[in-house]
């Protein structure tokens, strides 16, 4: 019986091998990071440092020392405070994938670029959908500047949406104009340390590379206390073992890096642990992102975040399929199952189709509804007196029914999930309101709440800013 048969929950033994052997690598073979600055932190902080191959080797129980002052509490700052949320290990929080180049069309559903126009309106959508409790920079426009893209989608987001915003910064120079939309946004840097309005995603290079664009990241996320979501995704049988266990034990080596390198930097810094654990289609050599092995993966790092207590972000909505249609509702309802299951503290990939190639407005009202199903998983079944019901069921006996009591009336509303656009009416009303498909439905709906949810405009002298930070061009 091959190792992995027995089920996607793992024996206590079998999570402390995958754990032993992330940092056999660790400790053996160590990682490549060519920036003079991070090697001299990392050997004044008790690291094996050979500068002749860039390489960083790290000792368990030195790691693991850093890795206990990773904090288990981070706060995502929205534009009004009330409205912050807490991200801990207990949390389940949806946000929409990052950097799709193109979208389909809200009007005619057609293919082509994303504008800037469209970053907007998405912002505005993702602000209006209760289930989707992040905003991210899921469309780059094409009609702005390509080396500025990533800021002004970030100055977009900030005037469109009242959410916490996840992006990811083009380099260090795109995360340092960050840093001061940031302050910009927020009137200085102390409030920016304490309620962080965006958190910035970095992907390392695999296997085992931090490339020195994603140090630069790295460091001003740290520098300046705005949380950082460390991800690797490696490819099975490409830049990744061919074999799911090791690719497996390769993610978790490289994410428990970028969480030690994290707190050298500065101890305490913000940082999560991205799963993102991509296979290959032989036939093609693509990368795939909506294969069950995706969320198979998943459930096991989940598993191993989980042990070491580090806060986790998957991209639990993925998928591969080209439009919002079958294969697209099958991939990533297979996939959210996963994350939600195994204790996913933040799950990525509202909106995206395309293998993160294509933004959709129909497919962000659709995952709205997957999302909100999956937080409806993350609750439970609650078993308290109450619920279980049993003196109401004796005083009901054979033959009788539940509408009519109190208790009925009382729960209705918080024991099953209603989604916005998954169709439920009997077939004789659906058909005298024109047979719309899901999508049909869905791309309405996102037309509707672009026209009538309104964001409350920032401050003119404050869009003004942002928007100048947003052009190159413009000094600092």
């Known amino acids: 019986m091959n190792d992995f048969t027995s089920g996607l929950v793992q024996p206590t033994e079998r999570l402390e091998r995958l754990e032993e052997l992330a940092f ?100 505005v959508l993702n602000d209006a959908l209760p289930n989707i409790h992040l905003a ?30 996840y992006i990811q910064p083009y380099d260090p120079i795109s995360m340092e104009r960050m840093v001061k939309m940031a302050e910009c946004l927020r009137g200085s840097a102390d409030e920016v340390r304490t309620r962080p309005p965006l958190t910035a995603i970095m992907g390392l290079t695999s296997p085992l ?10 460091r001003l996320s740290a520098r300046h206390g705005i949380p950082l979501m460390s991800g690797s995704t490696p490819m099975n049988g490409a830049t990744g073992p061919v074999t799911l266990a090791g690719e497996i034990v390769l993610q978790h080596a490289e994410n428990l890096a970028g969480a030690v390198i994290a707190q050298v930097m500065r101890s305490g810094a913000p940082v999560s642990y991205g799963i993102r ?4 289609d032989i036939r093609t050599g693509a990368s795939v992102w909506g294969s069950v092995e995706w969320g198979m993966m998943t459930g096991i790092l989940l598993q191993l975040t989980a042990g070491r207590g580090l806060i986790s972000d998957t991209v639990g909505l993925s998928t591969d399929a080209k439009t919002s249609d079958v294969q697209s509702g099958a991939e990533k309802g297979m996939s959210s199952v996963f994350s939600a299951l195994f204790g996913a503290n933040v799950m990525a990939g509202a909106g ?10 129909e497919q962000l009202v659709v995952d709205d509804d997957l999302a909100g199903a999956m937080t409806r998983v993350r609750r439970g079944i609650a078993f308290g007196e109450d619920d279980l019901a049993i003196d109401l069921i004796e005083k009901i006996g054979p033959g009788g029914n539940f509408l009519t009591e109190p208790h009925t009336v009382e729960h209705m509303r918080d024991q099953v999930f209603i989604p916005g656009v998954f169709n439920r009416e009997i077939r004789h009303r659906w058909e005298q309101s024109g047979s719309p498909g899901c999508a049909e439905a869905a791309r309405a709906k996102a037309r509707e709440l672009i026209g009538s949810h309104a964001v409350p405009p920032l ?13 190159l061009d413009e000094p600092a």
């Open 352 to 361: 995206f189709l395309d293998t993160i190639m294509t933004g959709s407005f």
């Open 24 to 123: 056999r690598l660790l400790e053996t073979t160590g990682i490549e990071a060519p920036e003079e600055e991070l090697l001299e932190e990392m050997a004044a902080a008790g690291f094996e440092v050979d500068r002749s191959e860039s390489r960083i080797r790290f000792p368990r129980k030195l790691s693991e020392g850093f890795l206990d002052t990773a904090p288990r509490s981070i706060v995502l700052g929205s534009r009004d405070p009330v409205d912050d949320l807490v991200l801990d290990p207990d949390a389940f929080f949806v946000r929409p994938q990052s950097g799709c180049p193109n979208v389909l069309d809200p009007r005619t559903g057609a293919f082509r670029p994303a504008l800037l126009r469209d970053v907007e309106q998405m912002a």
């Open 209 to 218: 590379v931090f490339a020195p664009n994603e140090i630069g990241i790295m």
């Open 277 to 280: 654990p991509s296979t290959m």
């Open 459 to 471: 401050p003119h002298r404050v869009s003004a800013e942002l928007a100048r930070l947003a052009s």
């Open 136 to 165: 991210a920079s899921l469309l780059y426009p094409s009609d702005v500047p390509a080396r500025s893209r990533d800021l002004a989608t970030l100055a977009a987001l900030f005037g469109h949406t009242r959410k916490h915003v």
